[in-house]
């Protein structure tokens, strides 16, 4: 976690607007709007939305942890 924390505050001073934390094991995503702390907790009940960022993009979190069939 330190590690993705020194990436976060590395994307934060060059501009970046929005960061989200993908907890793969855990089945949840932290959204970030600054380097300080997280902003929001999305769970599978959820959706992670791109905001003015990246308008109109939206995704289900449980579609997220959803496991692919080959």
Not at 1 to 14: D, G, P, Q, R, T
Not at 26 to 54: C, F, H, M, T
């Amino acid at each position: 976690m330190a590690e993705i924390h020194h990436k976060l505050v590395e994307y934060f001073e060059n501009g970046a607007c929005l960061f989200w934390v993908i907890h793969p094991k855990k089945q949840y995503v932290l959204v970030y709007r600054s380097s300080q702390e997280p902003d929001r907790l999305l769970k599978s009940a959820n959706s992670l939305d791109g905001e003015e960022i990246v308008p109109g993009f939206t995704l289900p979190i449980a579609e997220l942890f959803q496991k692919l069939a080959f």
